[in-house]
T-cell receptor, first 116, second 113 residues
C-alpha cells in the first residue's frame, strides 16, 4: 500500500459528461501529480501541484483541470468527455519539489474511466 | 529534451533465468534515471534510481541497473526471474527540477514456469 488513495476506482460515463477524480496523497507529502495511462499514448504526465499551487504542466487538455486544496487532497476534473478520454488516471505524491526531491513518486492504484 | 526508449515491448523468460530489460535515454545534461514496476491492477512502484552517484544501482527484489554514459543506456537486470516478477516495467528520466518524470512506453515481462 503506497498510502495514496484514489476514488473512484472505476467510472463509466457517457460522451459529453463531466467527472471528478479525487486523490488523497500520503501523509506529509506536499506534491501531487496526475498521470494518464492509455494503450495508445502510454503514461503521460498531466499536471503537478505543490502545496496548493500549480507547479508544472504536461499534456493536459483544456477540457481538463485540476486543483489542490488546503488539506492537500487534489481533484482532477474532466469535462466534455470524449471516447478517447477513456484511460487509467493515476495520482502520485512526493515529499517535496525542486532540488530536495528524490525523484520517487508514490502512486495510487488509479481511477479507470470508461467513456461510452 | 529528455526522452527514454525501451527497446522491447515484451520480454518472456523462464523462471530461474536472467532478466534483461533494455532502456536508452536521451538527455542534454547528466540525467536522473529510474525504473518503476507496475503489477496488474496496481499503481507504479519505484524499483531503483540513478542520480549520478554509483553507476551500478541496486534496487528492490534483486533488480539492478547500470548507467552507461557512453552507450546512453540504463538496462535493468536480475540474475534469476521469479513468477512474481511478471509485470510491466517503465524506464523513466526526470527533468532538471524533478517536476516531471518522463516515462518510457513500458516493457511487459512474462515469466514462465
Amino acid at each position: 500500500d503506497s498510502g495514496v488513495t484514489q476514488t473512484p476506482k472505476h467510472l463509466i460515463t457517457a460522451t459529453g459528461q463531466r467527472v471528478t477524480l479525487r486523490c488523497s496523497p500520503r501523509s506529509g507529502d506536499l506534491s501531487v501529480y496526475w498521470y494518464q495511462q492509455s494503450l495508445d499514448q502510454g503514461l503521460q504526465f498531466l499536471i503537478q501541484y505543490y502545496n496548493g499551487e500549480e507547479r508544472a504542466k504536461g499534456n493536459i487538455l483544456e477540457r481538463f483541470s485540476a486543483q489542490q486544496f488546503p488539506d492537500l487532497h487534489s481533484e482532477l476534473n474532466l469535462s466534455s468527455l470524449e471516447l478517447g478520454d477513456s484511460a487509467l488516471y493515476f495520482c502520485a505524491s512526493s515529499v517535496a519539489t525542486g532540488g530536495a526531491y528524490s525523484g520517487e513518486l508514490f502512486f495510487g492504484e488509479g481511477s479507470r474511466l470508461t467513456v461510452l | 529534451a529528455q526522452s527514454v526508449t525501451q527497446l522491447d515491448s515484451h520480454v518472456s523468460v523462464s523462471e530461474g533465468t536472467p532478466v534483461l530489460l533494455r532502456c536508452n535515454y536521451s538527455s542534454s545534461y547528466s540525467p536522473s534515471l529510474f525504473w518503476y514496476v507496475q503489477h496488474p491492477n496496481k499503481g507504479l512502484q519505484l524499483l531503483l534510481k540513478y542520480t549520478s552517484a554509483a553507476t551500478l544501482v541496486k534496487g528492490i527484489n534483486g533488480f539492478e541497473a547500470e548507467f552507461k554514459k557512453s552507450e546512453t543506456s540504463f538496462h535493468l537486470t536480475k540474475p534469476s526471474a521469479h513468477m512474481s516478477d511478471a509485470a510491466e516495467y517503465f524506464c523513466v528520466v526526470s527533468d532538471r527540477g524533478y517536476n516531471k518524470l518522463i516515462f518510457g512506453a513500458g516493457t511487459r515481462l512474462a515469466v514462465h514456469p
